[in-house]
């Protein structure tokens, strides 16, 4: 039996990063490779692309290397999972046809070698300020996204990625350590979740988003982890149907986080 792996924020195109794009996206790459003998399925929780629009008949250019290497594992029989976040909210059918894999919009409930996951990128859980949830309700109107489909991309493409350094710069919250973690907003999302449904209790949460490294184990014994980034941690998680661990992508080398 192979193993399920997990990874978030990478942000593969942010222009507001200062370490090479490329080399970064290879070692995103290098990264993948070397699960490619173990893995059973792979979840990507959001914002793996910092900007991502699919046209009718256009796409971004870039991110070459990591489309392949996606598409290698899914023609082993690997079962990659996108999960959208708030940077890769426009993926239509393109890639999920090219690479073969599924594309989830919000929350994924599901059974991952015989445990029961909960599993979404996080923005649309905790505390979120008005300015936000009205962005996130534009951004995903379909009315809304016809309109700027109408757009040039020689306009809509600066825009998205201006829009994103700035809203990074502006975010002061952003990678905020946890210092209570029982008080923590995705930690009682959790206790409220397994609360409500008592007969359909989740056994780990898996968040991304927040760019912040957390394992933490509620009082009802369900585990909340979110995941961190691939710009400061290299940090993904493994299942392998006993226990979840968060781990350290270091060049070839594996850590514990």
């Not at 990678?175 to 359909?200: M, Q």
Request: charged share 25%.
């Amino acid at each position: 039996m192979g193993r399920a792996y997990f990874i978030s924020d990478l942000h593969l195109g942010a222009s507001y990063l200062a370490n090479d794009k490329i080399n970064r996206e290879k070692t995103v790459c290098n990264f993948l490779e070397s699960i490619a003998d173990d893995a059973d399925s792979l979840y990507l929780v959001g914002d793996i692309l910092d900007y991502w629009f699919e046209y009718r008949n256009v796409v971004p250019r870039g991110y070459i290397r990591f489309f392949g290497t996606l598409a290698r594992l899914a023609d082993r029989g690997i079962k990659i999972t996108w999960m959208i976040g708030n940077h890769d909210i426009w993926i239509f059918d393109y890639l999920p046809r090219e690479i073969g894999m599924r594309v989830i919009d919000g929350e994924l409930i599901e059974e991952i070698l015989g445990s029961r996951f909960y599993i979404t990128h996080g923005d649309g859980c905790g505390k979120r300020t008005l300015g936000f949830r009205f962005i996130r309700s534009v951004f995903r109107n379909r009315f809304c996204q016809k309109i700027y489909s109408g757009i040039h991309p020689r306009w809509t493409i600066p825009f998205a990625l201006s829009w994103s350094s700035h809203s990074r710069k502006a975010d002061h919250s952003y990678a905020e350590p946890i210092i209570e973690p029982e008080k923590d907003s995705y930690v009682r999302f959790a206790i409220d979740y397994n609360t409500t449904h008592a007969n359909e209790k989740v056994s780990r949460f898996v968040f991304g988003h927040r760019h912040i490294v957390l394992d933490y184990t509620t009082p009802d014994g369900s585990e909340v982890i979110i995941l961190g980034d691939w710009i400061n941690h290299f940090t993904y998680g493994v299942f392998d149907g006993k226990t979840f661990e968060l781990c350290k992508y270091n060049g070839k080398m594996i850590l514990n986080a």
